[in-house]
């Protein structure tokens, strides 16, 4: 059983989207293990996307992520990590296959719904980042 951090993002949350995407990821198996709605700071914001930290867009992504609440989710399933990365489909909705997330919900890159993390061992900094050992069940 894999674990994997999940995120519906600011534009996600802010258009009504969290219920639907939330039964997407139900339907489709996984369990939720963990589940917090609230507004990142921008220390937690930096330390998430710190691979990113010389990308020109970092400032408008730091910016975008803290500008209202997210729903972060903690997910468990088989090949969780993979997985929920194929249920989002690709980074920019333009390339995204339909029937993906980012193809159903998303127009552009910096507003892409959801994030979900890329690897075994970005899935365990990340959730290490969002919750307390006690906040997952
Ligand atoms: P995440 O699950 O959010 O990490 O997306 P990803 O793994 O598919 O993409 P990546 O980690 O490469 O980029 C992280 C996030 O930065 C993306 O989801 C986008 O929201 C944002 N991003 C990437 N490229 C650009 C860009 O060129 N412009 C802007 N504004 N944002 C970008
Ligand atoms: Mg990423």
Redesign the pocket.
């Known amino acids: 059983m894999e674990r994997t951090f999940a995120?519906i993002?600011p534009d996600g949350v802010k258009r009504g989207l969290t219920a639907e995407l939330l039964t997407r990821i139900q339907r489709k198996g996984y369990r939720v293990v963990g589940l917090k709605q609230f507004v990142i700071s921008r220390e937690l914001a930096e330390n998430h996307?710190g691979?990113?930290k010389e990308?020109?867009?970092f400032g408008?992504?730091v910016n975008?992520i803290t500008s209202g609440p997210v729903v972060a989710i903690a997910l468990e399933g088989e090949n969780a990590i993979s997985g929920w990365?194929g249920m989002?489909g690709?980074?920019?909705p333009a390339n995204a296959a339909p029937g993906t997330i980012r193809a159903d919900y998303a127009t552009?890159?910096?507003?892409?719904v959801?994030?979900?993390?890329?690897s075994p061992e970005s899935a365990e900094r990340e959730l290490g980042l969002f919750f307390k050992p006690e906040e997952l069940l």
């Open positions: 995120m993002k996307y691979e990113h990308r020109p867009f408008e992504l975008f990365r989002m690709a980074t920019n552009s890159t910096g507003e892409n959801t994030h979900g993390s890329d």
